[in-house]
C-alpha cells in the first residue's frame, strides 16, 4: 500500500529519462568483446602472537606479502622488534590472470641468510566472496615445501588392448603427458620442470620420467609412457575396453612435477592423482587438471601456535558489456548532482546501501570525474555533513560519503602534484638517513638529542616551505573543490573566522600531505619501503606538517601532540610567519582563480620502477644479455638508468612509441616480459610480476594511443638468429604476424575506463539489492505515515529527506538493473557451457570421479 501511494505520487508524465537510451538488441553482445576484469583491494591490518624465537632474543623483524598463487605481487613495510606487528597498509591492484590461491605469507626478516616464511592464510579464488569487506582474523598456517603449488597440466589417458608374449590379451594404459602452463618462479626464475609419472595400486608403484624442460613455465613434454594392466583369469574378449570393477577402485595415475634443482634438491611444484576408473566408458580421456598439495601437505597439529593476521579483502570479478548497455546507468548517475535533495540521488542512494561506503566511492569518483561531475556532487554531499555538524573544531574529521569521495579525488588527480611538491625532499630524507628521533625513550646510546633535533627542524622546514609555495601546482579540481568547501563553512559558522582555514587544512594537510609524507611508497614517491629508522622520521614530519596546517596552529598558536617531547620540539615553530604562510596557501589553492596547468611547461611524471632489460641487438645466448636498470616515464619520454637518479642512458619519446604488448614467454624463456615498439629496434622488458606488468603496458599504452602511425599488427614474440620466433619470418622490417590489442579510446582525459566503473556500480547495486528494497519500503512508509518510521532498526540509518523523490530514484535504478542482468545472465550461460570443466580455461580440481 505504501509503495501504491508513493508511485501515485510520482508524476506519470515523467517517465524515468535515464531508460530512453536505446539499448542494442539482445544477442548483440554475443558478436563483440566481453571483458572478464578482476581487481582486489583491501588492507593488511596486523599480525598478532606470532611464534617467537627460542632463546633470550624473542622478538622478529616481520613484513607481510600477497601472492597469485605462488607470485608475489606486493610486499608491506618492514615492522621491527614484534610479536603483534601492526601493518596497516592499503592496497588495490587489478588482476591480469588466473590464479587458484590468493595467499597471504608473514616473513622474518634476515639479513644474512634466506628470509622465514613464519606462516601463510591462503584462500581459495571461489571462497573470496565469503570475506568481502570484512575485517577477519585468519590463523596462520605452516609453509611446507608439499603445499605451495601453482599451474596446471594437459593429461590423455587411453586403453589399449595388448596380446602378451605368451598369448593372453591385457589392458595397456597409456599416459600422454602434454603440457603444463602457469609453473611458478623458482628464485625469481622460470624453472626447469620434469615429471614423474606413477601408476599407483595396492601391490604395484611403476614410476617413469620425463625429460627435463630448461628455463620455461610452461613446458610442452608431450611425451608417452605406457603402463600394462593386468587381467584376472575371468578376462574375455567381450569386455576388452572395459576395465573390470575390482580394479577400477584400485589404481590411479599420478603425476608429481618437480624443478629439477642440478646440485641442490628438486623443488616439488605439484601433483594430481587421476583415477583409471574415468575410463570405465570410454577408451580415452584427455583434460587439464590444476595441480593440487600433497596429500599431507599443509597439515600439522601446532597450525594455532603459529598466530594469526587481521584482512580486510575485496575481491571482484567484472564482465565489462559494450558500451551502449551502460547508457541508462550512467545517464542517472551523472543527473545526481543536479537532483534535490542530494540524498534523492542515484550517487547517493548507492553509497547508502553499500556496506562498505568505500565500495561505492571507488567507481563514482572516477565516474563523476571523468565527466566533470565531481565539484557539483561532492560539492553537494559535503552540504549534507555540514548540516550535522555542530562543532566547527570537528569539521570534516569523519569518515563519511563527502570525506571518502575527496579522499579518492585526491589520490586521482593530485598525484603528479604529490611528485613535483615532495618527491625530491622525500629522495633527500631517504636517502640521507639523517638521525631524527626526538623521544627520550627511543634514543640510541651515542645519540646527540640536540642534533636530531635540528635534522628533523631542517626537514620539516624545507618540507613546510615547499608545500605553502606550491599553489600554482595544485590540480584545478581540487582547487575548486576546495574554494566551495570554504564558502560552505563560512555560511556554516558566521562567526568563526578561522573555520574558512580549518575546512580546507583538514583535506590537503590532513588527508593528502601528512598521508603521503608517511607513506611515500603508497603514493608512488618512493620504489620502496623506507626502512625503520626512515619511517620514524617521516612520521615525526608527517605529525609537524599536520599540526602546522591546522586549526591550532592558525588560531592559537598551540600544538595538539600528547606526546611531551613533541610539544617541546613545536614550540620552534610558533611564529607568526608560520600562520601567515599558511593562511596565504589556503587562500591560494580555495581561489577560483584560472590556474595554469602543471602540466603544460613541464612533463607529468607517471611512473617508475626497477625492471629487467635485454640488451640490444644482443644473440639469443647469454646470461648478461639481461641487466636491471631503472625505467622512468614522463608524458614526454620512457627513459632507464643505471640507478634513481643517475643520468639515462636510454630515452625513447613518446610519441616514437607504435604499440605496447605483452611478450611470449618462449622468447627468452622468461615470464612478465613486454615490448615497446618504436621507431629502433624493439625493447624487451621483464617485469617483476604479473601486476607491475600489465601496470606498466596500460600507462604506456595511454600515454601513447594518439601517436601517430600506431601499428595495427605486431609480433607477439622476438626475432632472434634470423627469423621471427613467432611466424618464422626472415625480413627483420616483416609486418607483425597477430592484431595489436585494442586502443583506448581517444577521448578518455585521465586513466579512467567509464564502462568498468559503470559495470563496478551495477555490480554494487545487484549485490546490495535487499537493502534497496528496504529503502523502498522506508519511503513507503514516511510517505504513509507522515510519522515515526514503523521498523526503526531497519530505516533509521537511510537518509530520506524527500521520500517521492528518492522513491522515484530507486524505480528508475531498479528498471534499469533488471534491465543489464539479462545481457549479463545471457553471458554467464555462454560462458559456462563454452568453458567445459577439463578445459584449459576450467581445468580438473583434484580426483575426477
Same mark, same amino acid.
Given at each position: 500500500? +505504501?509503495? +501504491? ?23 548483440? %553482445? ?30 622478529r623483524d616481520c613484513f607481510c606479502t600477497i601472492n597469485l598463487d605462488q607470485e608475489e605481487v606486493y610486499r608491506t613495510q618492514v615492522v621491527e622488534k614484534s610479536l603483534s ?7 588495490? !591492484? ?32 571461489? /571462497? ?15 609453509? #611446507? ?60 608403484? /611403476? ?15 608431450n611425451e608417452i609412457f605406457y603402463f600394462e594392466v593386468t587381467r584376472s583369469s575371468s578376462y574375455t574378449r567381450k569386455s576388452q575396453f572395459q576395465v573390470e570393477e575390482e ?179 622525500? #629522495? ?16 640510541? %646510546? ?122 617541546? !620540539? ?14 596565504? !596557501?589556503? /587562500? ?24 629487467? *632489460? ?9 646470461? =648478461? ?112 604476424? =597477430? ?68 522513491? *522515484? ?16 545472465? =545471457? ?23
Amino acid at each position: 500500500m +505504501a509503495a +501504491a501511494a508513493l508511485a501515485a505520487a510520482a508524476p506519470s508524465s515523467e517517465a524515468p529519462a535515464a531508460t530512453a537510451t536505446a539499448e542494442p538488441e539482445a544477442g548483440d %553482445e554475443d558478436s563483440r568483446e566481453v571483458r572478464v576484469l578482476q581487481s582486489l583491494r583491501g588492507k593488511i591490518c596486523e599480525a598478532k602472537n606470532l611464534l617467537p624465537y627460542l632463546g633470550p632474543h624473542k622478538m622478529r623483524d616481520c613484513f607481510c606479502t600477497i601472492n597469485l598463487d605462488q607470485e608475489e605481487v606486493y610486499r608491506t613495510q618492514v615492522v621491527e622488534k614484534s610479536l603483534s606487528p601492526f601493518f596497516s597498509e592499503e592496497f588495490y !591492484f587489478e588482476i591480469p590472470r588466473t590464479f587458484q590461491y590468493l595467499s597471504f605469507y608473514v616473513y622474518d626478516k634476515n639479513v644474512l641468510q634466506r628470509d622465514l616464511r613464519i606462516g601463510k592464510v591462503a584462500i581459495k579464488k571461489e /571462497d573470496l566472496c565469503n570475506h568481502s569487506g570484512k575485517e577477519t582474523w585468519f590463523s596462520l598456517q605452516p609453509v #611446507d615445501s608439499n603445499s605451495e603449488v601453482q599451474g596446471k597440466v594437459h593429461l590423455e589417458l587411453k586403453l589399449n588392448e595388448l596380446i602378451t608374449e605368451n598369448g593372453t590379451v591385457c589392458q595397456q594404459l597409456v599416459v600422454h603427458i602434454k603440457a603444463c602452463h602457469g609453473l611458478p618462479l623458482i628464485n625469481g626464475q622460470s624453472c626447469d620442470p620434469y615429471a614423474t609419472v606413477s601408476l599407483v595400486g595396492p601391490s604395484r608403484n /611403476d614410476q617413469k620420467k620425463t625429460k627435463v624442460k630448461k628455463k620455461t613455465s610452461n613446458p610442452q613434454f608431450n611425451e608417452i609412457f605406457y603402463f600394462e594392466v593386468t587381467r584376472s583369469s575371468s578376462y574375455t574378449r567381450k569386455s576388452q575396453f572395459q576395465v573390470e570393477e575390482e580394479d577400477i577402485e584400485k589404481l590411479e595415475i599420478r603425476i608429481d612435477l618437480w624443478n629439477n634443482g642440478n646440485l641442490v634438491q628438486d623443488v616439488f611444484l605439484g601433483e594430481i592423482k587421476v583415477p583409471v576408473n574415468v575410463l570405465r566408458n570410454d577408451s580415452s580421456h584427455q583434460a587439464w587438471y590444476l595441480l593440487q598439495p600433497r596429500d599431507n601437505g599443509n597439515k600439522s597439529s601446532k597450525t594455532d601456535d603459529l598466530g594469526s593476521l587481521r584482512l580486510n579483502i575485496c575481491y571482484t570479478e567484472d564482465y565489462v558489456l559494450p558500451s551502449e548497455y551502460y547508457g541508462p546507468l550512467k545517464t542517472l548517475l551523472l543527473k545526481s548532482p543536479d537532483v534535490q535533495p542530494i540524498s534523492a540521488s542515484a550517487a547517493y542512494i548507492l553509497g547508502e546501501i553499500c556496506r562498505d561506503k568505500n565500495d561505492a566511492v571507488l567507481p563514482l569518483v572516477r565516474l563523476l570525474l571523468h565527466h566533470d561531475k565531481l565539484v557539483l556532487f561532492a560539492t553537494a554531499v559535503a552540504e549534507l555533513d555540514l548540516k550535522d555538524t555542530q562543532d566547527a573544531n570537528t569539521i570534516f574529521r569523519g569518515n563519511s560519503l563527502a570525506t571518502r569521495c575527496l579522499d579518492e579525488m585526491m589520490k586521482i588527480v593530485g598525484g603528479h602534484y604529490l611528485k613535483v611538491t615532495l618527491k625530491p625532499i622525500l #629522495d633527500e630524507i631517504c636517502e640521507s638517513s639523517k638521525p631524527c628521533e626526538i623521544d627520550p625513550i627511543k634514543l640510541k %646510546e651515542g645519540d646527540n638529542v640536540e642534533n636530531n633535533k635540528e635534522n628533523l627542524r631542517y626537514y620539516v622546514d624545507k618540507l613546510f616551505s615547499t608545500i605553502v609555495k606550491s599553489s600554482m601546482s595544485c590540480p584545478t579540481v581540487m582547487c575548486d573543490i576546495f574554494y566551495s568547501l570554504r564558502q560552505m563553512a563560512t555560511q556554516r559558522f558566521p562567526n568563526d573566522p578561522h573555520v574558512q582555514y580549518s575546512a580546507v587544512s583538514s583535506f590537503v594537510f590532513l588527508r593528502f600531505f601528512a598521508v603521503a609524507v608517511v607513506s611515500p611508497h603508497t603514493f608512488h614517491l618512493r620504489p620502496h619501503h623506507p626502512d625503520p629508522q626512515t619511517i620514524r622520521t617521516l612520521t615525526l614530519i608527517s605529525k609537524t606538517i599536520q599540526t602546522l596546517g591546522s586549526l591550532g596552529s592558525l588560531s592559537k598558536s598551540k600544538s595538539s601532540f600528547k606526546e611531551t617531547f613533541m610539544c617541546e !620540539f613545536f614550540k620552534m615553530f610558533q611564529e607568526e610567519g608560520y600562520i601567515i604562510a599558511v593562511k596565504k !596557501f589556503l /587562500d591560494e589553492i580555495s581561489s577560483t582563480e584560472t590556474k595554469e596547468s602543471s602540466g603544460t611547461s613541464e612533463p607529468v611524471h607517471l611512473k617508475e620502477g626497477e625492471m629487467y *632489460k635485454r640488451a640490444q641487438g644482443r644473440t639469443r645466448i647469454g646470461k =648478461k644479455n639481461f641487466k636491471k636498470r631503472w625505467f622512468c616515464l614522463t608524458s614526454r619520454e620512457l627513459t632507464y638508468h643505471k640507478q634513481p637518479g643517475k643520468d639515462a642512458i636510454y630515452t625513447i619519446p613518446v610519441k616514437n612509441i607504435l604499440a605496447v604488448e605483452k611478450l611470449e614467454e618462449s622468447s627468452f624463456n622468461k615470464k612478465n616480459m613486454f615490448q615497446v615498439i618504436h621507431t629502433e629496434k624493439p625493447l624487451y622488458v621483464q617485469a617483476n610480476n604479473c601486476v607491475e606488468a600489465n601496470e606498466w603496458i596500460d600507462v604506456l599504452c595511454r600515454v601513447s594511443r594518439c601517436n601517430q602511425n600506431r601499428l595495427s599488427f605486431y609480433h607477439p614474440s622476438a626475432y632472434l638468429n634470423g627469423n621471427w620466433l613467432c611466424c618464422l619470418e626472415t625480413s627483420e622490417s616483416a609486418l607483425g604476424c =597477430k592484431r595489436c590489442t585494442a586502443g583506448v579510446p581517444a577521448d578518455i582525459q585521465i586513466d579512467i575506463d567509464e564502462d568498468r566503473e559503470t559495470e563496478r556500480i551495477y555490480s554494487l547495486f545487484t549485490l546490495s539489492s535487499l537493502k534497496l528494497q528496504k529503502m523502498e519500503e522506508a519511503c513507503g512508509t514516511i510517505a504513509v505515515y507522515q510519522g515515526p518510521q514503523k521498523e526503526p532498526d531497519d530505516y533509521s540509518n537511510f537518509v530520506i529527506e524527500d521520500s517521492v523523490t528518492t522513491f *522515484k530514484t530507486i524505480q528508475q535504478i531498479k528498471s534499469i538493473i533488471e534491465k543489464l542482468d539479462e545481457p549479463h545472465e =545471457k553471458y554467464r550461460k555462454k560462458r559456462s557451457s563454452s568453458a567445459k570443466y577439463g578445459s584449459k580455461e576450467n581445468p580438473i580440481v583434484g580426483k575426477t570421479s
